[in-house]
């Protein structure tokens, strides 16, 4: 077997007419001093993982005053909703994390 035979067996993925299926997810935080969250994750993966998990790497927590939540191109992005079905044709999807203060 050739080490390109090898390469390909060892990353199907890289393979001419294999896709590659996951996407790249970048989450700002206008409020956070830290770079963008980015991540590669399945079209499967549902938003509500991807804003817990940047919440996680923005430091930031839930709390009884504020709620927190993603935005994509200036509307609200529903928990249930998929990566893929944000990213649409594009292998990429940019969303924001919001914070919205609670008046009581």
């Not at 927190?68 to 944000?86: C, E, I, M, P, S």
């Amino acid at each position: 077997m050739s080490a390109t035979q090898k390469e390909q067996k060892d990353h199907p993925q890289d393979q001419p007419g294999h896709e590659h299926t996951e996407l790249k997810v970048t989450v700002t935080f206008p409020l956070a001093a830290k770079p963008p969250y980015e991540a590669e994750v399945e079209p499967t993966e549902m938003a509500e993982a991807i804003r817990v998990a940047a919440m996680s790497y923005f430091g930031v927590a839930e709390e009884p005053t504020a709620t927190y939540y993603l935005t994509h191109k200036g509307d609200r992005v529903v928990a249930t909703d998929t990566v893929g079905g944000l990213a649409g044709e594009a292998r990429a999807v940019k969303v924001t994390l919001t914070k919205e203060l609670i008046q009581g």
